[in-house]
C-alpha cells in the first residue's frame, strides 16, 4: 500500500514547480490535488479488497422457552343415587365454607326444609354472637315470660319443645345444642329473638346474612322451620352445611352424640348417622309439609386426602327413608371419587433450549394445544418443585396450563413459572424451577 506520507510529500513539490505557459500555477494545483487524492482512494480501496474482513461478533443466542402441557385422562362417569321420592344433592365442602356441588336430583327449586331452618338460625345467631371455640359456653341467656308464651303457642300446635322456666339460665351453647340436637322449637326461637332483641328483629338480620352469603334460593319466616315460607333449594343447603362444617363450635355441637345438660339432663341426638361412614352431623328435620329431611356432613378419605361431603335430602316419604336416601347418596359419591396425581416432584413441564434466531420470551402451553419440542440439546428442563394431587369426581375434566417466565442463564433450582391445573371449578398450582443451571 502507498504511504499517505509520500503522496504528502509529492504535493508539497509539485507546488514549488514553476508554471508551464498557458497554464495558471493555481489551476495546475488544483489537478496536482485532485489526481493525489484519487491516487490516494485507489490505495485505499485497494487496500480494503485485499485484506481479510474482521471477525464478526455475535451475542449469544437466546433461550427460547417451550412449554409442555401434558394431558390427563379423566376417569370413567359416576353415578349418583338420589332419593326415588323428593329431591337430594352432595357436594365438596371446603375450610372456607365454599362447596363443590356434584349433583342435584329431583326438584331443584325452593321448597319448605322443616328444621334444617335451625341450621340457619344458628349460623346467624353465631355470626352475631360468635364463640370462640367448641369449649366456648358462650354469653348466658335469662329466660322470661315472653319465652314460656312462645312455647305454650308451640306446643299447642303439637309441635315438639323442650322444658323451659322462668328465670331459668342457659348458656348459648347449650341453648344450639338443644335446637340442633333434640330439635326443640322453642329453644331455637328463644335463642334467635336473645340474640337480636325480637323475632322480627332475627328475621331482618337473618335475611341480610343470607344476602351476603348468595343464598338466594333461600327465604325464612321462622327460626324454627315450623312455617313452611321457611324454604330453600338442595344447592343453597349445601352452602349452608358447608358454612355450619366451617365453624369449629357449631360442628362440633351438631356432631354431639348426646350431651348431658343441666338442667334438661343427657340430651340425644337425632341423627342416628352419626359416626356412621364417617358422618359428624349436621340437622334432621320433619313436618306432614316438608316431609322428611336431613342435611348431612360427612368426613371420608380420598386416596390421602380427607374429603368433607356435604348431602341433603327433602321431601321424603318417612324418617327411615331421609336415613336411607343419604346413606345411598354419600355412598355412590365416595364411590365416585378418584385421588389423582396433577404433578411428581421433578417432573418436566418444559424447557429452555439455545437457538439461533428468536428473543427470549415467556412460553404458555395448554393441554388444549399442542407445543413444540426443544431443538438444542443445550437446554434446561422446567420441573415441578413437589407433588400436587388432586381429588376428582368421575370423568370431571382436567386441564393443564404451564407459563414458563423469559430466562436466558440461570442456576438450578431458579424459579420458572407454573404449571396450572383446572379440575371442575377449582384451580392447583405448582411452581415450578430449572432443574439443571442454564447458559
Not at 16 to 39: F, K, T
Not at 213 to 226: E, H, P
Not at 319 to 344: H, P, W
Request: some cysteine.
Amino acid at each position: 500500500m502507498p504511504s499517505l506520507d509520500r503522496f504528502a510529500s509529492a504535493r508539497v513539490r509539485s507546488a514549488r514547480r514553476p508554471g508551464r505557459r498557458g497554464v495558471r500555477p493555481g489551476a495546475r494545483r488544483g489537478a496536482v490535488l485532485l489526481a493525489a487524492g484519487a491516487i490516494l482512494a485507489a490505495g485505499l480501496s485497494g487496500c480494503v479488497a485485499g485484506a481479510p474482513e474482521p471477525a464478526a461478533t455475535t451475542a449469544a443466542p437466546p433461550a427460547v422457552a417451550t412449554p409442555t402441557a401434558p394431558s390427563i385422562d379423566p376417569g370413567p362417569a359416576a353415578a349418583l343415587e338420589f332419593p326415588a321420592v323428593g329431591a337430594g344433592a352432595v357436594g365438596i365442602a371446603s375450610a372456607d365454607g365454599s362447596v363443590e356441588v356434584l349433583g342435584q336430583g329431583g326438584e331443584t327449586g325452593t321448597v319448605p326444609i322443616a328444621s334444617i331452618t335451625k341450621v340457619i338460625t344458628s349460623l346467624v345467631v353465631l355470626d352475631a354472637h360468635p364463640l370462640a371455640g367448641p369449649g366456648d359456653p358462650g354469653p348466658t341467656i335469662t329466660l322470661g315470660a315472653a319465652d314460656l308464651e312462645r312455647t305454650e303457642a308451640i306446643e299447642a300446635t303439637g309441635q315438639f319443645v323442650e322444658p323451659m322456666f322462668e328465670g331459668q339460665q342457659v348458656t348459648l351453647h347449650d341453648a344450639l345444642a338443644i335446637t340442633l340436637l333434640t330439635s326443640a322449637n322453642n329453644y331455637a326461637e328463644t335463642a334467635a329473638s336473645w340474640a337480636f332483641g325480637s323475632t322480627d328483629a332475627y328475621l331482618e338480620a337473618a335475611r341480610a346474612w343470607l344476602a351476603e352469603q348468595g343464598l338466594t334460593g333461600t327465604t325464612l319466616a321462622d327460626a324454627s322451620g315450623l312455617d313452611p315460607g321457611s324454604a330453600s333449594t338442595t344447592a343453597d343447603l349445601l352452602r349452608v352445611g358447608a358454612l355450619a362444617h366451617a365453624d369449629p363450635a357449631l360442628a362440633a355441637i351438631a356432631g354431639l352424640a348426646s350431651y348431658d345438660q343441666p338442667d334438661l339432663g343427657t340430651i340425644v341426638n337425632q341423627n342416628v348417622l352419626l359416626g356412621e361412614g364417617g358422618v359428624d352431623g349436621l340437622k334432621t328435620g320433619s313436618t306432614t309439609y316438608a316431609g322428611a329431611t336431613l342435611l348431612t356432613s360427612a368426613v371420608v378419605t380420598v386416596g390421602s386426602s380427607p374429603v368433607t361431603l356435604i348431602a341433603v335430602v327433602l321431601g321424603t316419604e318417612s324418617i327411615d327413608a331421609r336415613f336411607a336416601t343419604t346413606r345411598a347418596l354419600l355412598a355412590s359419591a365416595q364411590a365416585g371419587l378418584r385421588e389423582v396425581r396433577l404433578a411428581t416432584a421433578g417432573q418436566s413441564f418444559g424447557s429452555y433450549g439455545l437457538a439461533a434466531t428468536g428473543t427470549a420470551s415467556p412460553g404458555t402451553a395448554s393441554s388444549d394445544t399442542a407445543s413444540p419440542g426443544a431443538d438444542s440439546p443445550e437446554s434446561a428442563d422446567a420441573v415441578a418443585t413437589a407433588d400436587l394431587s388432586a381429588v376428582v369426581f368421575g370423568d370431571t375434566p382436567i386441564t393443564t396450563e404451564v407459563r414458563l417466565e423469559p430466562r436466558t442463564t440461570g442456576a438450578a433450582g431458579d424459579p420458572t413459572g407454573t404449571a396450572a391445573f383446572t379440575v371442575g371449578t377449582a384451580r392447583y398450582e405448582v411452581p415450578l424451577a430449572l432443574a439443571t443451571p442454564l447458559g
